[in-house]
């Protein structure tokens, strides 16, 4: 069982920047491949980011790719997305992931299969 506990959310300006931390407790974090899924107002929740268990496997969406920026502290059981150049669009809840599938596969993920989620952090920027 994983706990994954998410904070850093706000209210930011087009422009501007975030970052969102997800605590992970319970066993086995450095063995999870993590990510975060994001779900605005009215639509289904989609793919963000994500990292595998080895750190050189990183994925993006193409929405966010050169804004955003995964990274995980195995030593801390924690995942942080660095958000940068935020967008009205990138408006929503965000949600970290755990999952024991590979980061390739959590990329093309709708969200349905995975094994653990956090309660979310909101974010919302203004225009």
């Known amino acids: 069982q994983v706990q994954l506990a998410e904070s850093g959310g706000g209210l930011v300006q087009a422009g501007g920047s975030l970052r969102l931390s997800c605590a992970a407790s319970g066993r086995s974090f450095s063995s999870y491949t993590m990510g975060w899924f994001r779900q605005a107002p009215g639509k289904q929740r989609e793919f963000v980011a994500t990292?595998?268990?080895?750190?050189?496997?990183?994925y993006y969406a193409d929405s966010v790719k050169g804004r955003f920026s995964i990274s995980r502290d195995n030593a801390k059981n924690t995942v942080y997305l660095q958000m940068n150049s935020l967008k009205p669009d990138d408006t929503g809840d965000y949600y970290c992931?755990?999952?024991?599938?590979?980061?390739?596969?959590?990329?093309?993920?709708?969200?349905?299969?995975?094994?653990?989620w956090g309660q979310g952090t909101q974010v919302t920027v203004s225009s």
């Open positions: 992931a755990a999952d024991s599938a590979t980061a390739m596969a959590m990329s093309s993920s709708t969200g349905k299969d995975i094994e653990y």
């Open positions: 990292i595998g268990w080895n750190p050189g496997f990183i």
